[in-house]
């Protein structure tokens, strides 16, 4: 059973289970989270929350966006459109005949690893001539 509130270790403040609305930056852009965390009840920008690893999957897979982004590769959705549109394959078929193993696929399209420069490029060709793919 989870706690219903804890203390924050530093300031002694009554933490509550929410989430804040938190601005993430990187290399001059900037995109709004909602941050699930322990919060003080009287913190609404969220500055002094405490995030266990579950809470940082979503502030990691924004960065991982924004680092996407700035690199000029595919987003989670366009992998996934590419995938399963142009290429009609299941995230495991992907994973094995593309690379990565079995479940990159799914860590790909959710955010969670931020593709390479090599797969990137090769899924910008299987985007534009699926056939060769197969061939």
Excluded at 31 to 48: C, L
Excluded at 90 to 119: D, H, M, P
């Amino acid at each position: 059973m989870r706690t219903k509130e804890r203390i924050h270790p530093e300031t002694g403040q009554r933490l509550v289970r929410g989430k804040r609305s938190v601005t993430l930056r990187y290399k001059g852009m900037k995109e709004k989270v909602e941050m699930p965390g322990w919060y003080a009840e009287d913190d609404s920008t969220g500055e002094s929350g405490l995030h266990d690893a579950r809470d940082m999957c979503v502030s990691d897979r924004v960065i991982n966006r924004m680092k996407s982004r700035e690199k000029g590769f595919y987003s989670p959705e366009e992998i996934h459109h590419i995938r399963k549109r142009k290429l009609g394959i299941t995230q495991q078929q992907a994973g094995l005949l593309i690379g990565g193993g079995q479940n990159a696929f799914q860590k790909y399209e959710s955010g969670e690893v931020i593709i390479s420069k090599a797969l990137n490029n090769l899924l910008k060709l299987l985007a534009v001539i699926p056939a060769n793919f197969f061939l």
